[in-house]
T-cell receptor
Framework: DAGVTQSPTHLIKTRGQHVTLRCSPI?????VSWYQQVLGQGPQFIFQ???????GRGNFPDRFSARQFPNYSSELNVNALLLGDSALYLC????????????FGPGTRLLVL | GESVGLHLPTLSVQEGDNSIINCAYS??????FIWYKQESGKGPQFIID?????DKRQGQRVTVLLNKTVKHLSLQIAATQPGDSAVYFC???????????FGKGTRLHILP
């Protein structure tokens, strides 16, 4: 069975640019969550989407946005990139939103120069 | 600050011995706890979870213990193998809330 997939695997951007990261959940999973993991730290929650609706938002600026599509895949968008946005961006999928096991993808490593 | 943390950032264990990774949490409202394993260059991998109505749960070679009185969580790995080398994160969730809060992680080194 295919797990959570993310694209691209690596990305290099410059300050001020925007980026779109993509995630495909495990088949049958309807909830997608996004996390940012800075080197040496645990993942930090950004968003959760369920049935195309935003269910939760972490402490991130409005430059971060996301959406979920009818096929339950998701995009994370970050505008006006800052050096501090350099991180591993992880997507996790689960059957539903409430305390269902979240399964993570391999992540997209973003470097902002 | 984060409500989930770990006592030791690095743990070295002899191959074949048992490993115990500890975690403290501060949010008494947390009622769901998860352990993840993250190998270099990969996303976190689910290991085991436990809900607050339990104090122990066992999986294959792993056991999670929850002590709600002192807000402490531990992961025990039996007969540690080289493939267990990774960073281990405990994470918590509060029902009615959709986010999982991760701790900083413990790096497990396996000595030959």
């Amino acid at each position: 069975d295919a797990g959570v997939t993310q694209s691209p695997t690596h990305l290099i951007k410059t300050r001020g640019q925007h980026v779109t990261l993509r995630c495909s959940p495990i088949s049958g999973h309807k909830s997608v969550s996004w996390y940012q993991q800075v080197l040496g730290q645990g993942p930090q929650f950004i968003f959760q989407y369920y049935e195309k609706e935003e269910r939760g938002r972490g402490n991130f600026p409005d430059r971060f946005s996301a959406r979920q599509f009818p096929n339950y895949s998701s995009e994370l968008n970050v505008n006006a990139l800052l050096l501090g946005d350099s991180a591993l961006y992880l997507c996790a999928s689960s059957l539903g939103p409430n305390q269902e096991t979240q399964y993570f993808g391999p992540g997209t490593r973003l470097l902002v120069l | 600050g984060e409500s989930v943390g770990l006592h030791l950032p690095t743990l070295s264990v002899q191959e074949g011995d048992n490993s115990i990774i500890n975690c403290a949490y501060s949010n008494s409202a947390s009622d769901y706890f998860i352990w993840y394993k993250q190998e270099s260059g990969k996303g976190p991998q689910f290991i085991i979870d436990i809900r607050s109505n339990m104090d122990k749960r066992q999986g294959q070679r792993v056991t999670v213990l929850l002590n709600k009185t002192v807000k402490h969580l531990s992961l025990q790995i039996a007969a540690t193998q080289p493939g267990d080398s990774a960073v281990y994160f405990c994470a918590e969730n509060v029902n009615r809330d959709d986010k999982i809060i991760f701790g900083k992680g413990t790096r497990l080194h396996i000595l030959p």
